[in-house]
């Protein structure tokens, strides 16, 4: 930023571009930029394996949101490390939970090995893993877990177990499968069902009252 101020302080004197994916020519942005978008959701392998010192300059608006194809990027990036159980963690029921014992620090500092940002955005950075961390759990449920409830009510965990996907770890899956089963995940269910319906009701009735007018 103009300041200087990123990534915790760290400053870059003149000259240093070559470090920072950006460049006149851009040519090397252009890649990761190309490459991205052809994979689109799958694990970024053209980021995670940027040589080391090579990072994605980042800038951001007036309210610390990244702009740009830089910050689509690492926009895609933040969603790898949300569905990256090393980092987050599924068998965690609340993302606060995640970021204690070093959780926010740990994936700060992964994302500061990739992307140049102004510390502003740290916030932004974090609430953005944690709603695609909710987004992927839920994603898991819809795929996984729902469709053998429906076909059998009474199927058993042992069963649910075995329907671990292949990007999952086994242990954070027996814990999502053990909370969804529990009375307090599947109240919380009900719950959400309940209130995604009545903001269902909500807008419906606000485009009748809208036709009305």
Not at 95 to 106: D, F, I, L, R, Y
Not at 148 to 177: F, H, S, T
Request: glycine residues 8%; proline residues 5%.
């Amino acid at each position: 930023d103009e300041d200087g101020d990123c990534n915790n302080g760290e400053q870059f004197p003149p000259g240093h571009e070559s470090q920072a994916l950006v460049g006149e020519e851009g040519q090397v942005h252009n890649q990761v930029y190309n490459e991205v978008r052809k994979r689109k959701r799958t694990s970024l392998p053209i980021v995670w394996n940027m040589p080391k010192g090579q990072r994605i300059v980042v800038k951001c608006n007036e309210d610390s949101q990244p702009i740009g194809d830089e910050g689509a990027i690492l926009g895609k990036f933040l969603g790898t490390i949300a569905r990256n159980g090393g980092f987050c963690p599924l068998n965690i029921n609340d993302w606060c939970q995640v970021n204690k014992n070093s959780g926010e620090e740990t994936i700060l500092q992964c994302v500061q090995t990739k992307f140049v940002y102004p510390r502003s955005c740290e916030k932004w950075i974090l609430k953005s893993i944690g709603r695609d961390w909710r987004k992927f759990k839920s994603s898991l449920k819809d795929a996984f877990f729902n469709p053998a409830i429906e076909k059998n009510p009474n199927i058993k965990r042992k069963a649910l177990y075995k329907l671990c996907p292949e990007d999952v770890d086994n242990d954070q899956w027996r814990g999502l499968v053990k909370y969804w089963k529990s009375k307090k995940g599947r109240a919380l269910a009900e719950k959400n069902i309940i209130s995604r319906s009545l903001v269902k009701d909500s807008h419906n009735a606000g485009t009748k009252l809208g036709l009305l007018g």
